[in-house]
C-alpha cells in the first residue's frame, strides 16, 4: 500500500486548500481511510474518516463545518477540502488506511496501519 499527498503550502488565514491522496496497490473503496494532522508539539489528531461502502464522511467535532472530505473512485483518490483556515491549522496533514472499530471523525491513528509521508498546512499572514 502507498499512498501520497498533496496539496499542502502556506495560505493566508481565511484561505482554503484541497488536499489530495492518491493510493496505489489498495484500492481505496475497499476499507476506511482517515484524515490526520500533526501539529508541532502536538499528538497526531484524527479529522476525517470515509466509508468505504458509500463514501460518507464522519468529521472530529473540531473541524465539522470547515473540513469536507471525498472520494474518487475512478482514480483512487481521497480529498480534504479545507476552509477558513486559521493559523492553529497548521501541520503535517496525512491519510491512513486501516481498520479502526467504527466510522468516526477523531479515529485513533493506532487503528490505521499504512501511512503517506503527509504534507505540510502553514496558515500565516
Known amino acids: 500500500v502507498q499512498l501520497l499527498e498533496s496539496g499542502g503550502g502556506l495560505v493566508q488565514p481565511g484561505g482554503s486548500l484541497r488536499l489530495s491522496c492518491v493510493a496505489s496497490g489498495y484500492t481505496l473503496h475497499d476499507g476506511p481511510l482517515g484524515w490526520f494532522r500533526q501539529a508541532p508539539g502536538k499528538e497526531r489528531e484524527g479529522l476525517a474518516c470515509i466509508s468505504p461502502s458509500d463514501g460518507n464522511a464522519f468529521y472530529a467535532d473540531s473541524v465539522k463545518g470547515r473540513f469536507t472530505s471525498s472520494r474518487d473512485n475512478a482514480k483512487n483518490t481521497a480529498y480534504l477540502q479545507i476552509n477558513s483556515l486559521k493559523p492553529d491549522d497548521t501541520a503535517i496533514y496525512s491519510c491512513?488506511?486501516?481498520?479502526?472499530?467504527?466510522?468516526?471523525?477523531?479515529?485513533?491513528?493506532?487503528?490505521?496501519?499504512?501511512w503517506g509521508q503527509g504534507t505540510q498546512v502553514t496558515v500565516s499572514s
Open positions: 491512513a488506511v486501516g481498520d479502526p472499530p467504527a466510522m468516526a471523525g477523531d479515529s485513533l491513528p493506532a487503528d490505521f496501519a499504512s
